[in-house]
């Protein structure tokens, strides 16, 4: 139970780390949320609870061709929240996202990539 504990304060911690550098300046903000955080974090707790290596290795393949149909959003994002709400640029963004991941899915599956 501590262990359950000591990884949601940690991940908890660097969520609020982003947030409150973010908060400070927009580009540095948006450096350290860009990098992988999450994913390193998993492939951690993975590692150290005793994950095989074709265990890490497969969570970060599947990850990069997930990360992909997400940078759209990113994009889109600015442009949407001058036109409309927050929580309708969101819902739009994540629309898009799901969009872009069918596209993507179906394009790398003729590659022999099953993403679903």
């Not at 993975?46 to 149909?69: C, D």
Request: aromatic share 16%.
């Amino acid at each position: 139970m501590l262990w359950i504990a000591t990884k949601y304060l940690m991940t908890a911690g660097i969520v609020v780390l982003v947030s409150e550098v973010a908060k400070r300046s927009d580009k540095i903000g948006a450096l350290v949320a860009a990098l992988p955080t999450v994913t390193i974090l998993a492939l951690v707790w993975m590692y150290v609870e005793g994950q095989g290596e074709a265990k890490l290795a497969n969570h970060s393949y599947y990850t990069f061709w997930y990360v992909l149909p997400t940078l759209p959003m990113f994009l889109i994002f600015p442009l949407l929240i001058q036109r409309f709400s927050f929580w309708v640029s969101l819902g739009i963004c994540a629309a898009v996202s799901i969009c872009a991941f069918l596209i993507v899915a179906a394009f790398v599956r003729q590659f022999g990539i099953h993403l679903y």
